[in-house]
């Protein structure tokens, strides 16, 4: 909910703000295009984003990318964040002369043969048949994996083609014990107006939901159950059949770690707190307005 009355953007010290925005690799702000601001931009909202941003929130600094004015061409997000706990936020920051990447050789160990599921980055090795193949990730996205004995899922953190924080859900059938065939998965991507549905239902605010209608020919679609003790997921598609894997409550918390991750991104300004208080307001009213 936007606040009631907004702070004029005019009163920000330009001087440190810019210095801040350059340390972000974001355009630097002017007086009269601060005050061209819309309401969405207050200046309470612009220093938590940029708070945020400062302590390595990709949402946060994609949300002032977007709508903070630039008059040269778009920011690109720096490779390195400043750390937070020891960088005062309002403490003046100069950008490095140039920001590059540094590489390695050193290969990747290998993840031991049993590991328990949860939430872990796309840079690590996997066995063969547990991984599934799919192209390398930027470093910021996450993945969930959930091993069954007939099928697994691999839910990761992706973004729509307007930019828009999301979860990509993969399904593969096991060949062989833990042996997936990852080549022949079924895939499809979370809409905006699904993902805050499908964290509803994962984290037992609401008992079930299922979408239609996915991909290109929708022929795609999702089903999840949750059945008290743990979670029940079916991913299909018309003419290849259904996958379908049990998610422990272990498994469901990774789950749920990564809806609200993908939430809060769409929402830099929120805690983990308020996106819970937001789900359980509108499964009320959702639940009102269906019992009236």
């Known amino acids: 909910m936007l606040p009631a009355t907004v702070t004029p953007a005019t009163d920000l010290d330009l001087a440190t703000l810019n210095h801040r ?88 160990a290998p993840r031991p043969a049993a590991t328990p599921n949860g939430v872990m980055t796309v840079a690590e090795s996997q066995p063969p048949g547990l991984a599934s193949p799919a192209a390398t990730a930027p470093p910021d996205r996450v993945r969930c994996r959930v091993y069954g004995g007939k099928a697994a899922l691999c839910i990761e953190t992706d973004e729509t083609r307007q930019g828009e924080p999301t979860l990509r859900i993969e399904a593969a059938r096991a060949t062989a014990p833990r042996e997936y065939d990852w080549r022949q998965k079924l895939t499809l991507q979370l809409t905006r107006e699904e993902l805050p549905v499908i964290a509803a239902t994962v984290l037992g605010l609401l008992p079930r939901c299922a979408y239609n209608n996915h991909g290109p020919n929708q022929d795609k679609g ?41 939430l809060r991104k769409t929402a830099p300004w929120l805690s983990d707190q308020g996106v819970m208080t937001l789900l359980k307001l509108t499964v009320q009213r959702m639940q009102s307005a269906r019992s009236a």
């Open 222 to 262: 999702l089903e999840i159950v949750h059945q008290g003790t743990h979670l029940f997921v079916r991913v299909f598609q018309k003419d290849r059949g259904v996958v379908a894997v049990p998610v422990t409550a272990v498994d469901s918390y990774a789950l749920g770690a990564l809806c609200l991750r993908q």
């Open 21 to 108: 925005l350059a340390a972000q690799n974001l355009p630097a702000q002017t007086a009269a295009r601060l005050a061209a601001l819309p309401a969405l931009m207050s200046q309470d909202r612009i220093e938590h984003a940029l708070r945020k941003a400062e302590g390595g929130d990709q949402g946060a600094w994609r949300f002032l990318s977007k709508h903070l004015p630039a008059s040269g061409p778009a920011p690109q997000r720096p490779t390195a964040m400043p750390n937070a706990d020891t960088a005062p936020a309002s403490a003046p920051q100069h950008p490095p002369a140039a920001v590059t990447r540094p590489v390695t050789t050193t290969p990747a």
